[in-house]
């Protein structure tokens, strides 16, 4: 039987007891609240637990032989009972016990700023930013060796050609400037989605 099932009855007898206000033999707790699952001699050792604790917490009678033969409360018992009785006894025992086996253990809760530090400094988002750096990095450079050409094209290779055959050669690159143009803010634009969702995370 656990320790919690052992207050609980203990503070039902006394409970009993208070309802009671006279004396009473101990066989009426036991046929009251253990019949049949378990024995009388069971309920002599809750009672001599709970004299041990305080023998004022109940008013015990010898008799028939026998050491606990009669009881009745005490004013003690109500006290005793308003405060939580073993049950609030138990309970406290137990919180003690948690944080005294937290303590020995190590282990604390986080705080949310540990846990976001946790977080931030995860391998996978690690991971995550080197690919999203190294994609970013890419679209960069895709743009200068762009710009570059174009540039190369229309002023470090002069080519002697006519005003028309000129004129249609810059409107082709004015429209392969703006489509590479185009294309490399579709991806700029991808990688801040990117980024978006990763911060989001």
Known sequence: MGEFFKAELKDRFLEYALERRDYFEVRVLYDEFLRPNYSLAFVEKLIREIEEYDSGLLDVMAGNGVEWFMLASTPKTQDFLHEGGF????????????TFLDQLSGHRKLTKDEKQLLKENSPELKREKKLLISLISAVVISFLFTLYSLIKGAFLEPEYVPADEFERKME???SQYSEENQRLEAALEQAKT????????
């Not at 990117?194 to 995370?201: E, H, K, R, V």
């Open 87 to 98: 049950m609030e006894m138990h309970v406290m025992e137990e919180e003690k016990w948690d």
């Open 172 to 174: 082709a690159l004015r």
């Open 194 to 201: 990117t980024i978006d969702s990763l911060s989001g995370n």
